[in-house]
């Protein structure tokens, strides 16, 4: 992930015990200069999931 960005929309997929999947966070951000301005078109990405990036996320819709 850029140091700055904008988050456009994220899907939070949890772990599932029952299905054996660690989960994932999906991201799509611009990245931002100095000025907070564009300094790209949106990309995405995926982060591991974790409680905390979780809750970082959902702050950040």
Known sequence: LPQEFQLHWAII??????????GA???WVTELDDENKNKSLPRA????Y????????????
């Not at 990405?45 to 591991?48: E, G, Q, R, S």
């Open 45 to 48: 990405y995926k982060i591991d």
């Open 50 to 61: 974790t409680r905390k990036n979780h809750e970082e996320i959902m702050k950040g819709l």
């Open 13 to 22: 997929d949890e772990p599932d015990k029952i299905k054996n999947t660690e």
């Open 25 to 27: 966070i999906y991201m």
